[in-house]
């Protein structure tokens, strides 16, 4: 829900997140070990970018509260005066006509008999499509997926929005409630500190200690919080950046160190405050970097600017791609070649739902309002 001009620097941080996600999910289908990336790098190099993409959710659950709180803040001049039907309307029209369009997707792909999108029980219990669908629309995919396992392979990204929308129905509740930024702060502290404590409580439990709703709503809580004080803070350009760079050390590290499962109790609230302070640095300065006129990062913004429709829609490219091409007949480098295709398949049907459906349905539907 964006005011205004697009903050370039976000978008740029969107589009790293996103390209982790897809890398993560590429690795699971096809595994690289046998391709040149792990001879040039070493296996264990290439696995150690994979396997956290989990990461870059955690980085868009960040994102998503910024972006949330400081367009609530813009928009009804403080969070104590928010429109809770607008809010619940702006979020109908960014979030509802995507979701629809992939759950219709994957629906006719099922019934039309192709494995892939077809319901499983990888827990032993059959779910029904009836059951997928209305976790979907009710944003309880993450529970499903506690309970089940992943039931439904391009569905289960819904795990993440999931948590979101459920953080976003009682956004502008709380915000009269609580009606001052203090009493907000401390309530979103409070979810902070619960976040390490129940995913600690759950270690061994997948369901639990990633996908739960307390397991993620520190990161969106972070977010929240770096919103409502970025504007009490006059960070120097030079500090801003210094504080970045610290940042980006400390979150390369962290994602590399180990796998989430290992490092994920502390390791979330981490990736989670440096992003935050990445989203600091970019409220000092908006605009990306340049050299020449020219954006260094304009790949990294253009991803990001389409990760919604990207993270939605990229398990539907690659499940016709593991139809077409089954893993256990792809080896070596035509691995590399598919992870190209991937990319470039992904980006332009994201883009394509983006520029001809989503944008125009979230425009009409907020009746001329700045698209999201």
């Known amino acids: 829900m964006t005011v205004g001009q697009r903050n370039s620097r976000i978008d740029v941080i969107r589009g790293v997140s996103i390209l982790l996600v897809l890398f993560h999910h590429f690795n699971i289908a096809y595994r690289l070990n046998d391709t040149w990336l792990a001879k040039a790098f070493g296996w264990e190099a290439v696995r ?16 998503s509260g910024y972006l949330i709180t400081s367009n ?3 928009r009804w001049s403080g969070l104590s005066g928010i429109n809770a039907r607008a809010f619940y309307r702006l979020r109908v029209a960014r979030i509802i006509p995507c979701l629809l369009l992939l759950l219709g997707t994957v629906n006719l792909l099922a019934l039309a ?4 999108f077809q319901n499983h029980a990888p827990g032993g219990t059959p779910v029904s499509f009836w059951l997928v669908n209305l976790a979907s629309l009710t944003f309880w995919m993450n529970v499903l997926v506690g309970l089940h396992g992943w039931v439904n392979y391009p569905l289960g990204v819904l795990w993440s929005l999931s948590v979101e929308e459920v953080f976003y129905l009682f956004f502008p509740i709380l915000c009269l409630i609580l009606k001052r930024e203090s009493r907000l702060l401390v ?9 390490p404590f129940y995913r600690f409580v759950h270690q061994g439990d997948e369901g639990g200690f990633l996908y739960a709703y307390f397991a993620s709503f520190d990161g969106i809580a972070i977010g929240c919080c770096t919103a409502v ?14 504080l970045q760079c610290i940042a980006v050390v400390a979150m390369t590290f962290l994602y590399l160190v180990g ?14 405050s440096g992003t935050a302070v990445l989203l600091l640095g970019a409220y000092c300065r908006p605009a990306a970097p340049g050299v020449g006129g020219v954006r260094v990062l304009l790949g990294f913004e253009w991803f990001g600017r389409i990760s919604y429709e990207l993270y939605l829609f990229h ?8 139809t077409m091409w089954p893993p256990r007949i792809v080896d070596g480098d035509t691995k590399l070649l598919l992870f190209a295709g991937f990319l470039v398949l992904s980006a332009a049907l994201s883009a394509s739902i983006a520029r001809l459906y989503s944008e125009p349905l979230n425009r009409r539907i907020r009746h001329g309002r700045t698209a999201a």
């Open 259 to 272: 796998p989430i499962a290992e490092t994920n109790v502390l390791g979330v609230t981490g990736m989670a």
């Open 113 to 116: 008999g192709v494995a892939i």
């Open 315 to 322: 398990l539907i490219v690659l499940g016709a791609m593991r």
């Open 72 to 74: 609530a803040q813009h």
């Open 48 to 63: 150690a970018v994979a396997r956290n993409g989990n990461y870059g959710v955690t980085m868009f659950f960040v994102i």
């Open 229 to 242: 004080l970025a504007k009490r803070m006059a960070l120097r350009a030079r500090a801003a950046t210094l």
């Open 187 to 195: 309530f979103w502290a409070a979810i902070i500190v619960i976040g």
